[in-house]
């Protein structure tokens, strides 16, 4: 017998794989833009490294209690607490921070990347399209999850400090890529070019598939007791509203 789950998996994935095919041959740009964390995988690497960084105590500056003082960052100003994760990596070299980066995702088993966006993504690079990864996370942290689906480390836009001489720095580098930061983001590493295709899961990516000229997908997996769940939902809503390609199934590889 046929599980009805599966086939309402294989018949959006037909639709939407039919819609992307049918874009490209109407001459849309071939680049697609995917949020990160929730979006591509069911968790969030930035954090993820953030907790590696602080158990292997790797950063010999952070205050007592850093989640903590992550937190209430956060609630006072998310973007400076996303920038603050990439400024305390300050004096550190940037190879070290990307083999930490490795290595924190190497810990990670199994990798809990959503099947449906992994196919999309998939199809999506047998047709040639440009696949870039935005992220409010800091950019080192997502490179090594970009790599496992095959989407090259440069095609990550995330928020990063300057690194000069190979040593980073606290001062910002590029845009703070949230929200509208996003789309900025995006547009500086294109020239400008807007995709035909975006994804994200929360409405701090509302502008970023606004931006998609074509095709937009939102993927919601947030549990009730999650913090992103009322933004999901929010997020599905403009979703339904809209006409836009959703999912809620939440199939992991």
């Known amino acids: 017998m046929v599980n009805p ?51 292997n105590k790797l950063l010999p500056n952070l205050p007592k209690n850093p989640w903590n003082t992550y937190w209430e960052m956060q609630k006072e ?12 990596n300050s004096g550190q070299t940037e190879s070290n921070v990307r083999k930490w980066a490795q290595m924190a995702f190497a810990e990670i088993n199994p990798v809990p990347v959503f099947s449906l966006i992994h196919e999309i993504i998939k199809h999506l690079q047998k047709r040639s399209v440009k696949i870039y990864v935005i992220t409010a996370s800091i950019k080192w942290a997502v490179e090594p999850g970009a790599k496992f689906l095959g989407i090259e480390q440069d095609n990550v836009i995330g928020i990063k400090t300057q690194v000069q001489k190979g040593i980073i720095t606290d001062q910002l580098d590029g845009s703070i890529t949230w929200r509208d930061g996003k789309v900025a983001g995006l547009l500086n590493a294109t020239s400008g070019k807007h995709p035909f295709f975006a994804a994200g899961n929360t409405m701090g990516d509302f502008a970023l598939l606004e931006s998609a000229t074509h095709l937009q997908f939102v993927n919601c997996a947030a549990t009730k007791d999650h913090h992103n769940y009322e933004t999901e939902q929010k997020l599905l809503s403009q979703a339904k509203e809209r006409g836009w390609f959703y999912d809620v199934s939440a199939y992991s590889l």
């Open 77 to 88: 100003s998310p973007p400076k607490a996303y920038l603050w994760l990439a400024q305390i």
């Open 5 to 55: 789950n599966q086939a309402k998996y294989h018949e959006k994935l037909e639709e939407i794989k039919v819609s992307i095919d049918n874009s490209l041959a109407e001459k849309a740009a071939p680049i697609a833009a995917f949020d990160a964390d929730g979006t591509l995988w069911n968790m969030d690497l930035g954090e993820h490294f953030f907790e590696y960084q602080i158990r």
